[in-house]
């Protein structure tokens, strides 16, 4: 069964410092990995996805299929990058696109 | 344009009633997906519709949950004796779905605002 785990629950961080958001996934097939973002009073949103290999608000996220891995990270965060972030994983293989997310990690970047 | 949207935004219920939740997505969506999401948890898959069919219900918990998209546009979450552990986030997202088999790789999912049932 596929399983998204992202081990911090709260992250911390001052204005101008990187931050890295951790991910990791377990699944036996062809995963594609997303990351969403949901800011105080506001919907769920798409941040960034890895086939696309983009960078959303500065932030970017590398796949890592070794270790299992697609960690996001930004060199210098910003108040506004405070927010819940989940990172979601979907069956590369369907043509749906049915996700499964991990519990979340809030950030908080003090000024 | 509109976004998708969630009526209602609470619902408050006593243990044993029957609920429904509604979803309207973005017009032309032909993709809607339902999740579920608990307190301190990220949301669960539960059901997806492609057009007026079920595509895949395998995330609904128990024969206490159904749900319906009769015309393909406007999707019914319905839950029947409505136990305490019911108690979450109900979560709709709809798609483009445009993409043929990387569908679900390229398009993106837009999600509503929610509806909060609380079950007393």
């Known amino acids: 069964a596929q399983r998204v785990t992202q081990p911090e629950k709260l992250l911390s961080v001052f204005k101008g410092a990187p931050v890295e958001l951790k991910c990791n996934y377990s699944?036996?097939?062809?995963?594609?990995l997303f990351w969403y973002v949901q800011y105080s009073r506001q919907r769920l949103q798409l941040l960034l996805r890895h086939i696309s290999r983009e960078s959303i608000k500065g932030f970017t996220a590398d796949l890592n299929k070794g270790e299992t891995s697609f960690h996001l990270k930004k060199p210098f965060a910003q108040e506004e990058d405070s927010a819940m972030y989940y990172c979601a994983l979907s069956d590369g293989g369907t043509s749906y696109g049915k996700l499964t997310f991990g519990q979340g990690t809030i950030l908080t970047v003090h000024p | 344009g509109a976004g998708v949207s969630q009526t209602p935004s609470n619902k408050v219920t006593e243990k044993g009633k029957y609920v429904e939740l509604r979803c309207d997505p973005i017009s032309g969506h032909t993709a809607l997906y339902w999740y579920r999401q608990s307190l301190g948890q990220g949301p669960e898959f539960l059901i997806y519709?492609?057009?007026?069919?079920?595509?895949?219900d395998s995330g609904l918990p128990n024969d206490r949950f159904f749900a319906v998209r009769p015309e393909g546009s406007v999707s019914t979450l319905k839950i029947q004796r409505t136990e305490r552990g019911d108690s979450a986030v109900y979560l709709c997202?709809?798609?483009?779905?445009?993409?043929?088999?990387?569908?679900?790789?390229?398009?993106?999912?837009?999600f509503g605002p929610g509806t909060r049932l609380t079950v007393l």
């Open positions: 699944y036996s097939g062809s995963p594609e």
């Open positions: 997202a709809s798609s483009p779905q445009t993409a043929g088999v990387l569908a679900g790789i390229y398009n993106e999912q837009f």
């Open positions: 519709f492609q057009g007026t069919g079920a595509a895949d």
